[in-house]
């Protein structure tokens, strides 16, 4: 992938992450709401290094073209970031390109939906691609709504391994042609 670039939409700046972010993210990402549904990849309890840690991954990630990873500013404020929202290619084989999360001080006003859809335009319009695969926990119900509102078609129902536990994970394809259809008709 190409640099991560800066991208803007009416209420938010997303930005490549920094370093500088990992004591940010240390306060505001260890929250049972935001880690439940997330990859039981991510160590819970979170260690005191977790951040820093996972912020080096993802400048390595960044570096070697792997991955976007993206730090969500509000222009209202804070000055910092409120959550974050990755992205990366369709390796053909984990059927997941994007994830995201909040600090639920700041759910429930719209603001991820307008960071899937800025990423969503990135992601075929800049870079081209034809779709991309997305998954959540069933019960994850606001995750699963912004890929119903993007377009995306549920394609395939399994069991994923979440920090919350074994559960049903669905799967959708988000294709660019529906997007694209969809924004058309709004
Ligand atoms: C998922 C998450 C990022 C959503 O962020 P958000 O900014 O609050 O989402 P939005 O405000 O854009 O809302 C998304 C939609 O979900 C709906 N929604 C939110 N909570 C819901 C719930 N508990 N039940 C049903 N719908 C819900 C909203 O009403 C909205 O739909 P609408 O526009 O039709 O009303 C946030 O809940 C979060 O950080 N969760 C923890 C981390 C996570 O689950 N990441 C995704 C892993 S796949």
């Not at 640099?3 to 209420?11: A, G, M, S, Y």
């Not at 570096?63 to 990755?86: C, E, M, T, V, Y």
Request: charged letters at 25%; proline letters at 9%; hydrophobic letters at 40%.
């Amino acid at each position: 992938m190409p640099p991560t670039p800066v991208l803007e939409t009416p209420r938010l700046v997303l930005r490549p992450v920094r370093s500088k972010d990992a004591p940010l993210i240390q306060r505001r990402f260890p929250r049972w709401e935001v880690v439940q549904w997330l990859n039981a990849n991510i160590p819970w309890p979170y260690p005191a290094d977790g951040a820093a840690t996972y912020v080096a991954a993802c400048l390595e990630a960044m570096a070697r073209g792997q991955k976007a990873h993206w730090a969500i500013i509000p222009k209202s404020g804070p000055a910092d970031l409120i959550g974050r929202i990755d992205l990366w290619p369709d390796d053909g084989v984990s059927r997941d390109q994007r994830g995201f999360w909040l600090d639920p001080e700041f759910h429930g006003k719209g603001l991820m939906t307008e960071a899937a859809e800025r990423v969503t335009r990135y992601a075929f319009c800049d870079l081209g691609w034809p779709h991309l695969w997305l998954s959540n926990a069933q019960d994850n119900h606001a995750s699963r709504r912004i890929k119903e509102k993007q377009g995306a078609r549920l394609v395939d129902l399994m069991i994923g391994e979440y920090v919350g536990g074994r559960g049903p994970q669905m799967v959708w394809l988000l294709r660019r042609e529906d997007w694209l259809a969809r924004e058309t008709n709004a």
